[in-house]
């Protein structure tokens, strides 16, 4: 599979030799286009035109995030698996409110059965999650009787809402509480992480998308507007409990990420750049490691099972088979 | 697929061979190459250095590994090169 490459130093990008060259003051490497996927940008890094349309060419994703590790966006090459008839399908199942619904449904059904899942799994481990575990169940089992996407949307909240206060039971580290959710600054440790890996997983999902004939912007859970892709904000719900918000507890439980791996700002608070490259790396290997799909009969990593994802949705929209969401079942 | 390269061509195809092979797999020192690579970029890569290269002069071998899983890999001496993702 092509590699994601992940920038943290300052530096300049070129083409050079028909591959990607990353010079910084310190050294200088060759990287092997025909094996990168996608780069994600992190430090100060300086690259001109040229680099561009290199990477329009090699249809290689560039993603950007600030200083402070939020996403800022992405260098989006031209379109190479032009669908109109896919757009047509995605349009027509979002204008018809009943069939946006039914998608939305399961995005929500997939987002709250896999929170169910690690609030199980925590459970079996001796963590006294009753309480939480027998909201979700009972959150979960509404879902069908709401038909307006923003009751959906509340549903999804208040099972999340059960869910992140539920966090301070499994990680039971007094550095590390969730107190409330806070975005834009996050205010305490937690939240920092939590929005540092939900930026990293849109990312990831919309870098996937690209790879099918779906189009971002049409999104069914999430309201499509005029400024943001929406798509991979519905797909993030489905895998951020089992990917992002597990990698926080192993990080955590495994003293990988401390409090001293922070800083204070102005306002709310960052992640030190040491914290970003471990939290990255621990994410790469996730992302690489395969389990066996029941269904295909076959292992396939993380990263492949979000563009399952995808094209299950693509399947419906075709109308070939309706979309049911992964649940973990682990 | 895993794949190590290690070549030895005169040295006027030394850059032009090289130029190639780091479009698709890591450089480790001079004139040995390694990296995972797809089935169909492998035959790509191999097809582009039967055209750079004159078949009575020069040499390219492919060592191929299907995973890595049983190999292992110890440096001695300097490190001439990493192949982390993460810069």
């Given at each position: 599979?092509?590699?994601?490459i992940?920038?943290?130093?300052?530096?300049?990008?070129?083409?050079?030799d028909?591959t990607?060259?990353?010079?910084?003051?310190?050294?200088?490497?060759?990287?092997?286009?025909?094996?990168t996927?996608?780069?994600?940008?992190?430090?100060?890094?300086?690259?001109?035109?040229?680099?561009?349309?290199?990477?329009?060419?090699?249809?290689?994703?560039?993603?950007?995030?600030?200083?402070?590790?939020?996403?800022?966006?992405?260098?989006?090459?031209?379109?190479?698996?032009?669908?109109?008839?896919?757009?047509?399908?995605?349009?027509?199942?979002?204008?018809?409110?009943?069939?946006?619904?039914?998608?939305?449904?399961?995005?929500v059904?997939?987002?709250?059965?896999?929170?169910?899942?690690v609030?199980?799994?925590?459970?079996?481990?001796?963590?006294?999650?009753?309480?939480?575990?027998?909201?979700?169940?009972?959150?979960?089992?509404?879902?069908?009787?709401?038909?307006?996407?923003?009751?959906?949307?509340a549903?999804?909240?208040n099972i999340?809402?059960?869910?992140?206060?539920?966090?301070?039971?499994?990680?039971?580290?007094?550095d590390f509480?969730?107190?409330?959710?806070?975005?834009?600054?996050?205010?305490?440790?937690?939240?920092?992480?939590?929005?540092?890996g939900?930026?990293?997983?849109?990312?990831?999902?919309?870098?996937?998308?690209y790879?099918?004939?779906?189009?971002?912007?049409?999104?069914?859970?999430?309201?499509?507007?005029?400024?943001?892709?929406?798509?991979?904000?519905?797909?993030?719900?489905?895998?951020?409990?089992?990917?992002?918000?597990?990698?926080?507890?192993s990080?955590?439980g495994?003293?990988?990420?401390?409090?001293?791996?922070?800083?204070?700002?102005?306002e709310g608070i960052?992640?030190?750049?040491?914290?970003?490259k471990?939290?990255?790396?621990e994410?790469?290997?996730?992302?690489?490691?395969?389990?066996?799909?029941?269904?295909?009969?076959?292992?396939?990593?993380?990263?492949?099972?979000i563009?399952?994802?995808?094209?299950?949705?693509?399947?419906?929209l075709?109308?070939?088979?309706?979309?049911?969401?992964?649940?973990?079942?682990? | 697929?895993?794949?190590?390269?290690?070549?030895d061509?005169n040295?006027?195809?030394?850059?032009?061979?090289?130029?190639?092979?780091r479009?698709?797999?890591?450089?480790?020192?001079?004139?040995?190459?390694?990296?995972?690579?797809?089935?169909?970029?492998?035959?790509?890569?191999?097809?582009?250095?039967?055209?750079?290269?004159?078949?009575?002069?020069?040499?390219?071998?492919?060592?191929?590994?299907?995973?890595?899983k049983?190999?292992?890999?110890?440096?001695?001496?300097?490190?001439?090169?990493?192949?982390?993702?993460?810069?």
């Open positions: 599979m092509k590699k994601t992940y920038i943290f130093s300052d530096g300049e990008l070129h083409r050079k028909n990607l060259f990353f010079e910084t003051e310190s050294g200088r490497r060759f990287i092997p286009v025909e094996d996927g996608e780069i994600m940008v992190f430090g100060e890094v300086q690259f001109n035109k040229k680099f561009l349309e290199f990477l329009s060419q090699k249809e290689i994703i560039l993603h950007y995030f600030s200083h402070y590790g939020y996403y800022m966006g992405t260098f989006y090459p031209r379109e190479h698996l032009n669908s109109g008839y896919m757009i047509l399908r995605q349009c027509e199942h979002y204008l018809d409110e009943l069939r946006r619904l039914t998608i939305a449904r399961e995005f059904r997939g987002a709250g059965k896999n929170i169910r899942q609030l199980k799994y925590y459970h079996s481990r001796g963590k006294e999650l009753g309480q939480p575990l027998e909201t979700a169940e009972k959150l979960i089992a509404t879902i069908d009787d709401h038909d307006s996407i923003t009751a959906l949307m549903v999804e909240g999340r809402d059960h869910y992140y206060h539920a966090f301070d039971i499994i990680i039971n580290d007094k509480t969730f107190q409330e959710r806070s975005r834009r600054p996050p205010k305490n440790y937690l939240n920092t992480l939590i929005s540092f939900n930026s990293l997983m849109y990312s990831i999902c919309l870098s996937e998308i790879k099918t004939h779906l189009d971002p912007r049409i999104g069914y859970l999430h309201a499509t507007n005029f400024r943001r892709f929406t798509l991979n904000l519905d797909i993030s719900e489905i895998f951020k409990p089992i990917i992002i918000d597990r990698l926080i507890f990080l955590i495994k003293k990988m990420i401390t409090k001293n791996d922070f800083d204070r700002d102005t960052s992640l030190k750049e040491k914290a970003k471990c939290f990255v790396e994410l790469d290997n996730k992302l690489k490691t395969t389990i066996n799909h029941r269904e295909i009969g076959r292992s396939v990593s993380y990263r492949r099972l563009r399952l994802e995808l094209y299950k949705l693509e399947k419906h075709m109308g070939e088979k309706p979309y049911t969401p992964f649940i973990a079942r682990w | 697929m895993f794949v190590i390269l290690v070549y061509v040295q006027k195809r030394v850059a032009k061979v090289l130029k190639k092979c479009q698709y797999l890591h450089w480790v020192q001079n004139s040995v190459l390694e990296g995972e690579i797809s089935e169909a970029n492998y035959k790509k890569l191999k097809m582009d250095i039967e055209k750079i290269i004159r078949q009575d002069e020069d040499s390219v071998i492919f060592y191929t590994l299907r995973t890595t049983y190999s292992s890999r110890e440096i001695v001496g300097l490190q001439k090169s990493s192949n982390e993702n993460i810069l």
